[in-house]
């Protein structure tokens, strides 16, 4: 798995969405009842940031169209299979940091003749 990076965990306080940067859709991070959660950021409709969207517990509604994807596993809940669920992220809390890695790692072989 590659390590995408960390974000403070005094950010994520008081239902606080935040951005972690990792080219081209970045991860949106949030503690759900003290667990971390990392979903992919850009929502899969039209790509608007999910981290400046409004949050109401395990739910992000996204700021363009108010699609409504679950923090916990990136699962679209509403409209039902209008478009794709998030792409979700490993997060684990380590010391005061949230660690978050990208668990599909896509590895390139040459093409031999
Ligand atoms: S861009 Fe997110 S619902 Fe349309």
């Given at each position: 798995?590659?390590?995408?990076?960390?974000?403070?965990?005094e950010a994520l306080a008081g239902d606080a969405l935040a951005l972690l940067?990792?080219?081209p859709h970045h991860?949106?991070?949030?503690?759900?009842?003290?667990?971390?959660?990392?979903?992919?950021?850009?929502?899969?409709?039209?790509?608007?940031?999910?981290?400046?969207?409004?949050?109401?517990?395990?739910i992000v509604a996204c700021p363009l169209?108010?699609?409504?994807?679950?923090?916990?596993?990136?699962?679209?809940l509403s409209?039902?299979?209008?478009c794709a669920h998030q792409r979700r992220f490993e997060?684990?809390?380590v010391g005061d940091m949230v660690h978050v890695y990208d668990p599909f790692t896509?590895?390139?072989s040459p093409v031999l003749p």
């Amino acid at each position: 798995m590659k390590h995408v990076g960390v974000v403070p965990i005094e950010a994520l306080a008081g239902d606080a969405l935040a951005l972690l940067e990792y080219a081209p859709h970045h991860v949106l991070v949030a503690l759900v009842n003290g667990v971390p959660c990392a979903i992919e950021d850009s929502c899969s409709h039209a790509g608007a940031s999910l981290a400046t969207g409004h949050r109401h517990g395990f739910i992000v509604a996204c700021p363009l169209h108010a699609y409504r994807f679950d923090l916990r596993t990136g699962e679209l809940l509403s409209p039902r299979r209008a478009c794709a669920h998030q792409r979700r992220f490993e997060a684990v809390v380590v010391g005061d940091m949230v660690h978050v890695y990208d668990p599909f790692t896509l590895v390139v072989s040459p093409v031999l003749p």
